[in-house]
């Protein structure tokens, strides 16, 4: 994979022996992965906030308690509340941590072990990950996520499939049934990818929503054929529940244009773009989702559900 650059943290500090070798040990952990930045001064603080946005940031209680209701008011009204905010403190003021949950990520008191403050600031920073890329309609890994997956594949000595998946003829189905139901086939669809692709792949897999009908499953390059082949059986069972009796009995959609022209339009089907991936193949992830777009066009013009394999090498 390829090197990123260190995040940022930040951390505002009150100046005595303690709190400088309890910051001094946490940049010794941080140091790899991250640059910490110690703060001493409020104003200095708001404005490195505001100007240069860390990704985390720690912030010593007992150093000025009533800059805490500034900062908290602060990420309220700038909408900062995606860089996370671990709260420090010299020991457990429950009452305190009551009162402020709804608006801060976690804490730490200075007795805990400098271990765990590491631990808190890689969960707090995956925790907005996920939260922030999720697609809010499925709730799977969105289109950061599926770049870090392709790229971890892409590098790997293991050959993988990557495998895009989309709907046919779904703004049709959308135009004719509305925005609900359209969302309903997307979330079934969902769904079928997590069961099979997790069935058959078990713990090595990766399912993602790229936004809209599209998403991706990455698998080993062995079971991406098994698995495609079901996901299509799977979709083509079920998806005659979402579709009117009278649309179903046709065997298709009729669609008028704003000229008052009407065509046939095919019923939903799922067509799987597959591109084999493995070390060396690649040298940018766009070549993948260029060579993925030219197997779309040769899956569109086939009859129905279908699965393409580019077996170029």
Sequence with gaps: MRSSQKKLVYVYLKKNKTLKEWKNSLKSYLEKKYSLKTFYDLKRFFNALFFKPPSITLYYY???????????EIRKSFNLTHIPLIILLDELNFNLLIS??????DFLTLNDKIEEAYLRIEYALKKIDKISDNNPLTGLPGNTSISKEIEKVMSSSKKYAVAYVDLDNFKTYNDTYGFTRGDELIKSLARILINTVSEFSKDDYFVGHIGGDDFVFIVPLEKV???????????????????????LERGYFVSVNRLGQSSKI??????????????SKFKHIGEISARAAEIKNVTKTLEGSSYFIDRRK
Excluded: C, M
């Design 62 to 72: 007992h150093k000025n308690e009533e800059g805490l209701e500034k900062l908290l």
């Design 100 to 105: 402020i949950a709804d608006w801060t990520d």
């Design 225 to 247: 054929e098994q698995i495609a082949k079901e996901i299509i059986k799977r979709f083509d069972t079920l998806v005659p529940y979402f579709i009117d009796k009278k649309d």
């Design 266 to 279: 095919p019923l939903p089907s799922v067509s799987i773009a597959i591109v084999p991936v493995y070390k």
